[in-house]
């Protein structure tokens, strides 16, 4: 009777910490840890002054230091040249990847924005870097992320939210333009990365 309670606690238990090894997919972050905002005009804060960008907001709601490393404009190509530097400049503890629009809206073939944004993604784990991956959704504002982000989270195991950018767009209210968000919009924008990092075990 005792051997067969036994068994049944450990066989619970072994049960619990399997499912408590799933919850949390991102480390702990100290004090001082430093998070990485990589992208393009979306990350930048383009439509609005920087002070008001995603990583500038976000930066004031975990009480950390948030370095907007976004470039408007850039292509995935030429953001895998940049990063290299940027990681090598500042020693961070999680990238937030959100990057690839412009690769959509320039119809650039989606295999090699996906071969891109994979590089990306292994340089940052080869220095223990921690990645989140933002979706960017397809050339139609109303559609969902494109495919590759998800193939990418997958493969990778990442943290990754596929919603965040399209919800937005489908509100004017909070655009600037037709593909870029306006101070509230970047403000929601920082509030859900928050709690996407909240929810994953990093705050």
Same mark, same amino acid.
């Given at each position: 009777?005792?051997?067969?309670?036994?068994?049944? %606690?450990?066989?619970?238990?072994? %049960?619990?910490?399997?499912?408590?090894?799933?919850?949390?997919?991102?480390?702990?972050?100290?004090?001082?840890?430093?998070?990485?905002?990589?992208?393009?005009?979306?990350?930048?804060?383009?439509?609005?002054?920087?002070?008001?960008?995603?990583?500038?907001?976000? $930066?004031? +709601?975990?009480?950390?230091?948030?370095?907007?490393?976004?470039?408007?404009?850039?292509?995935?190509?030429?953001? @895998? +040249? =940049?990063?290299?530097?940027? !990681?090598?400049?500042?020693?961070?503890?999680?990238? !937030?990847?959100?990057?690839?629009?412009?690769?959509? @809206?320039?119809?650039?073939?989606?295999?090699?924005?996906?071969?891109? +944004?994979?590089?990306?993604? /292994?340089?940052?784990? +080869?220095?223990?870097?921690?990645?989140?991956? !933002?979706?960017?959704?397809?050339?139609?504002?109303?559609?969902?992320?494109? $495919?590759?982000?998800? /193939?990418?989270?997958?493969?990778?195991?990442?943290?990754?939210?596929?919603?965040?950018?399209?919800?937005?767009?489908?509100?004017?209210? %909070?655009?600037?333009?037709?593909?870029?968000?306006?101070?509230?919009?970047?403000?929601?924008?920082?509030? =859900?990365?928050?709690?996407?990092?909240?929810?994953?075990?990093? @705050?």
């Amino acid at each position: 009777m005792n051997n067969s309670i036994g068994k049944i %606690l450990t066989i619970t238990s072994v %049960l619990f910490l399997l499912a408590s090894c799933g919850e949390a997919k991102l480390s702990r972050l100290s004090y001082d840890a430093k998070i990485l905002a990589f992208g393009d005009s979306l990350t930048a804060g383009k439509g609005v002054n920087k002070k008001f960008s995603y990583p500038a907001t976000l $930066a004031n +709601l975990t009480n950390l230091d948030v370095i907007n490393a976004g470039v408007s404009g850039e292509l995935t190509s030429a953001g @895998l +040249l =940049r990063l290299p530097s940027v !990681i090598a400049e500042h020693s961070v503890d999680v990238m !937030i990847l959100l990057e690839g629009g412009n690769d959509i @809206l320039q119809n650039k073939n989606l295999m090699d924005t996906k071969e891109n +944004l994979a590089q990306m993604i /292994e340089l940052a784990q +080869l220095h223990n870097i921690e990645v989140v991956l !933002i979706g960017v959704p397809k050339k139609s504002i109303f559609s969902d992320s494109a $495919a590759i982000y998800q /193939e990418l989270a997958e493969q990778y195991n990442l943290v990754f939210e596929d919603e965040i950018i399209a919800d937005l767009l489908t509100s004017p209210s %909070l655009k600037s333009d037709s593909v870029h968000f306006n101070k509230q919009g970047y403000s929601e924008l920082a509030e =859900r990365i928050y709690e996407l990092l909240q929810d994953n075990g990093a @705050l």
